[in-house]
């Protein structure tokens, strides 16, 4: 306590004698802290720290300050004295906080308090070094120039001290703005900040404009400094080009031994953010020295005290025993590239060079330094977008040299990168995996990397060096290249080495080969990899001048895959359709176009299937295949009967039974067509119903479908319904309830058609929910069929928001499908239009049957549009307009007429689909 008193007094005397208005206000609040301490503290040794802390901080004041004048406040000890201020402030505002709150007389002695106490020692000891006695006098004493001269170097030399200023803010900077923010809350909250990112990415831009951010620039004043590597070979750098450049951003000449210390003493003297620009440059420094003192050097910066630093590299090779937060800076977003590509390019506006001009940003995923590359070109050479898009079109990354340098030349920035020490470590092998991986549009998948290339055993090592060099990037499994590094090195480097090509091939054709129906290892390959697999199938169809029949095998087997495990369209249709037709190959193209088909009708992409059957077909009878040409005919019968075609469906089938190839078909495929005839005629009723599904029905293949379908017939046509289903339950054992569904589902389905019609809603639902079931993680789009079924029977049982809440999820996507077809979107739109029509919405129906009809419009289905014309009269009917009602039952008519179903079996064959009895407008209206 004596100590305490003796402490208190020297400060007071002190701050009476100091001419430095601010330094007496400093030691007024470090009195007033150990005043308050001195009337509260119960264990008083746990304050001792903080005692001494403010006996150093009188002692420096009183020798700094003693000759000193106002004008020195306009240097560094004004800044000094500022970032001392606050501190003390602080700590005095807590402690005098504290003791109103009774806190000290409860708690000082706890050891969490002790923690808050060496937490204010610890800030004090971050200001303290401001005003070391052999800094401080260099500094502040004696100087009538802003050259400001500093002592203490061990050999007696003079270093010299010219402030620096920091780079202003990029007048052309888009769309980071949230990410400046978080990164400047980083900084000005002590943490050290690793800028990652690609070439051109817009790294060093993003430094300068964290250290002009108010909160920044309050914080660290004029010690902000920005010290760049830009233009420095790494196969050359030393430790001495590192300290140089780094104390020539300080402002400092370094003189004697020993620069890291002068730096380092230079850096201790205030708080300070220091930018380590291109630091790629030593970070890939090949020699010795460099390798071995540039981490250790920049580690030591990193904890000194109040020392910030914000680091830019392709690397990711940055100092160890670093607490760096690491950020990957992203492209732009779509908005920001459009305005940054039009600050430049002033030749049209945003608004009139339309969606061709984003799909041109879009094939640059963004990337800022292409972005301006590209609009200066168009700028500078006049180029309209038509004239761009064409000039990209044809040259691609070569529009991207517009003269020297990284800022003028993307070719120039990939140079850089490719020249560095760890790339050149490579040797070829590098480039070798970089123009793969530039080949495969997917990229190349990381976890396959070394099954791909067997020939590059340290493949996966050389993509952990891409990687670190920000050449390439992990996303979604995947090592990928940005888009215009991607057209770079498909422009400028090597072609895809033959080796690597086969064994990629080879991988991925096995691949397809072993894959089946199971969702197994192999499955999981084809929906992972399948843009790389397609391509490469592309590829060697189009351009393998010698391709074998192996690959004509594994693009129908690919194609089927894609139908079972991810339908979607397939950029293999053209060239499917360009492969030349002599002898040999008119069986293989036959055979994939026949798969062409079968994907196109799973995406309902109607026509495209039909034309790829019509053209199987006849490739087929070129070759005597009658067996598959009946096959794509009833192919295209069933096309024509999904869209409501029955007659020309029948009439397809009807007309090949009396071709010459109908004599060399099989039994079985007799029976095939015949059981698809018979499907059409379900609805036309052309033929008694007992004759439906008889022929085929003998044939051991098709002979449980037709016996299914047989008596599904009799139902939908008033017979028996008791009958009808006994004898479904009867057939539900025989069908395989693993492999195969599609049997199982036609009993299923039935037996929930007729629980429906006989008001058995609940047992409808199990069986319906059943069907969900079956198809859970199999056949999406059997899951969505079924899922709005229930919906349907929900509302029939008056559930009306359990309904919305089914057909809500039918919306959701689908597990396999690429993309939702058509067909799917008929069916959900049409249930949905059903259940708000029941629920008495009739302006939402109204809506969803109209959407249903735009959509049967395109796709050519008379069918559904025919139900969603009716829905819309049964509306126009309940609103009393009785003209309107009349015309959309006269159109509904005429397209039962088109189709061969007679008006008053519109509903027989899908129950699901009929309005409720309640709905009879269209009768009232026939009848007047």
């Given amino acids: 306590m004596q100590l305490l008193d003796v402490t208190i007094t020297a400060i007071n005397i002190t701050r009476d004698l100091v001419p430095i208005g601010l330094a007496k206000g400093i030691l007024g609040t470090v009195a007033n802290i150990l005043i308050i301490a ?78 808050r106490i060496a937490g204010w020692e610890k800030d004090l000891d971050r200001v303290i070094p401001l005003f070391s006695a052999e800094m401080l006098v260099g500094l502040t004493i004696g100087m009538n120039t802003r050259t400001l001269e500093l002592k203490g170097n061990v050999n007696g030399n003079v270093e010299r001290y010219h402030p620096p200023v920091p780079p202003p803010r990029p007048s052309m900077f888009y769309g980071r703005e949230d990410l400046v923010a978080e990164l400047t809350n980083l900084i000005v909250n002590d943490e050290h900040i690793a800028l990652i990112g690609l070439g051109g990415m817009g790294k060093s831009s993003l430094a300068k404009a964290i250290i002009n951010e108010p909160p920044a620039m309050e914080k660290f004043a004029d010690r902000r400094f920005f010290v760049t590597y830009d233009g420095l070979d790494p196969s050359t750098i030393t430790f001495e080009t590192f300290t140089t450049r780094f104390a020539g951003a300080l402002g400092i000449e370094l003189a004697g031994a020993d620069p890291m210390r002068q730096i380092s003493t230079f850096l201790r003297s205030a708080s300070a953010l220091v930018v380590l620009d291109n630091a790629e440059t030593f970070e890939e420094a090949s020699g010795s020295s460099a390798l071995g003192e540039i981490p250790p050097a920049i580690a030591d910066i990193a904890n000194i005290p109040g020392v910030i630093l914000i680091l830019t590299s392709r690397s990711r090779r940055n100092a160890p025993n670093v607490r760096w937060i690491t950020k990957d800076i ?57 004239t761009l898009l064409k000039r990209w079109k044809d040259r691609h990354s070569k529009v991207l ?82 888009a215009p590094i991607r057209h770079y090195v498909r422009d400028s480097l090597q072609a895809p080495d033959s080796t690597c090509l086969r064994e990629i091939c080879a991988f991925y054709y096995h691949i397809v080969d072993c894959c ?165 005629r ?87 929910h059943k069907l969900v079931e079956m198809f859970e993680g199999q056949y999406s789009d059997g899951v969505l069929w079924y899922t709005v079924q229930k919906a349907i029977v929900a509302s029939k049982q008056g559930n009306h928001d359990l309904a919305r809440e089914l057909i809500h999820k039918a919306s959701e996507p689908f597990q396999f499908f690429a993309l939702r077809n058509a067909r799917a979107f008929l069916h959900r739109s049409y249930g949905s239009a059903l259940i708000e029509l029941a629920a008495g919405e009739y302006d939402k129906a109204a809506s969803q049957f109209t959407a249903t009809i735009e959509g049967c419009n395109m796709q050519g289905n008379l069918h559904v549009k025919a139900f969603s014309i009716r829905g819309v009269g049964e509306i126009a009917f309940v609103h009393g307009d009785f003209v309107l009602a009349a015309q959309r039952f006269a159109e509904a008519r005429s397209l039962c007429a088109e189709m061969g179903v007679p008006p008053c079996h519109l509903y027989s064959c899908l129950p699901f689909h009929a309005l409720s009895n309640r709905f009879e407008g269209s009768s009232y209206v026939v009848t007047v």
């Fill in 682 to 768: 379900i609805y036309t009723l052309t033929t008694f119903v007992d004759e439906l599904f008889v022929k085929s029905a003998e044939d051991r293949d098709w002979g449980l479908p037709s016996k299914i379908w047989h008596w599904r017939a009799k139902f939908y046509h008033g017979g028996d319904i008791v009958q009808a289903n006994t004898q479904l339950d009867d057939l539900l054992p025989q069908c395989p309830s693993t492999g195969d569904l599609f049997a199982r589902r036609d009993v299923l389905e039935g037996l929930a058609q007729i629980a429906f019609c006989e008001g058995r809603l609940s047992d409808a639902m199990d069986i319906l």
């Fill in 401 to 482: 040299d517009a003269g020297k340098g990284k800022l003028q030349s993307l070719s120039d920035t990939m140079q850089l990168s490719l020249s560095s020490p760890s790339m050149q470590d490579l040797g070829e092998d590098g480039r070798r995996v970089l123009a793969i991986i530039a080949f495969l549009p997917q990229g190349l998948n990381d976890t396959l990397a070394s099954d791909l290339l067997p020939s590059l055993p340290q493949v996966d090592i050389i993509c952990d060096v891409l990687c670190r060099q920000s050449l390439v990037y992990r996303q979604d499994r995947f090592i990928k290249l940005l």
């Fill in 330 to 386: 992203p492209p732009l977003d779509l908005s920001s590239a459009q305005a940054m590509f039009f600050q430049i390019y002033h030749y049209a506006s945003r608004s009139d060079a339309g969606e061709d001009i984003r799909d041109l940003l879009r094939a640059l995923e963004f990337h800022p330094l292409s972005i301006n590359l590209l609009a200066n070109a168009a700028q500078q050479n006049s180029w309209s977008p038509a």
């Fill in 38 to 115: 001195q009337s509260v503290i119960k264990n008083r040794s746990d304050f001792q720290a903080i005692v001494d802390k403010c006996e150093t901080i009188r002692e420096i004041l009183e020798r700094a300050t003693k000759d000193a004048t106002d004008d020195d406040m306009r240097g560094y000890l004004g800044h000094a004295l500022s970032q001392l201020n606050k501190s003390v402030n602080r700590i005095n505002s807590e402690v005098a906080s504290k003791k109103e709150q009774g806190f000290w007389q409860r708690l000082l002695s706890v050891t969490s308090d002790r923690d």
């Fill in 516 to 680: 089946s129906e199971e969702h197994d290892r192999y499955a999981n390959i084809i929906t992972s990899d399948h843009l790389n697999i397609e391509h490469v199938i592309a590829f060697n169809l189009a351009h393998v001048s010698d391709v074998v029949e192996e690959t004509y095998d594994i693009c129908w087997q690919f194609l089927w895959c894609l139908q079972r495990h991810l339908p979607r369209p397939t950029i293999l249709s053209p060239v499917i359709f360009k492969i030349i037709e002599n002898s040999s190959m008119r069986e293989p193209k036959a055979r994939c176009l026949q798969y062409l088909g079968a994907l196109y009708t799973t995406l309902t992409q109607l026509t495209e299937g039909m034309k790829a059957f019509k053209t199987a077909e006849a490739l087929y009878l070129t070759v005597d295949d009658h067996e598959n040409a009946a096959r794509c005919v009833v192919q295209c019968a069933d096309i024509c009967r999904c869209q409501g075609r029955f007659i020309q469906s029948q009439q397809v089938l009807e007309a090949f039974q009396h071709t010459d190839s109908w004599k060399s078909l099989s039994e079985t495929l007799k029976a095939h067509v015949l059981y698809f005839s018979d499907k059409a």
